[in-house]
């Protein structure tokens, strides 16, 4: 069965590459949201697996966002992965990608890195 990914950026581009290259593998469905406000509907209706989403976008920040996923019985069981411009890879790498107990990874993202993040958040689910 495929992985279900949400993929939200307020960055059509970066949105469409990561579902092409997702959907590519064969192995998830992907959405796509360049809104964060419409992100929680998003996730309602599609039912993800996991989020990718993005740190800084102009009308609610992924950590609103996450809050408000994690409010909704529902959709708090959702995993999820920040993504961001505004650190570099370097800088993450020091930091490590797990921050406050979520994964983060900086832009741009390879693909090989974004699946392998994936199965390991995943796993067998």
Known sequence: MKKRILVVDDEPAIT???????ERTGD????????G???VSAAKEFKPDLI??????????????????KEDEELS?????????????????????NIGGNEFLAKPVKTDELIATIERMLGDT
């Open 16 to 22: 469409r590459m990561v579902k092409l290259n997702l």
């Open 28 to 35: 998830y469905e992907v959405r796509t949201e360049n809104q």
């Open 37 to 39: 406000s419409m992100a």
């Open 52 to 69: 990718f989403l993005d740190v800084m976008m102009p009308d609610m920040s992924g950590d609103e966002v996450s809050e408000l996923l």
């Open 77 to 97: 069981k959702i995993k999820y992965i920040f993504m961001t411009a505004i650190v570099t890879k370097d800088e993450t790498e020091a930091m490590g990608t």
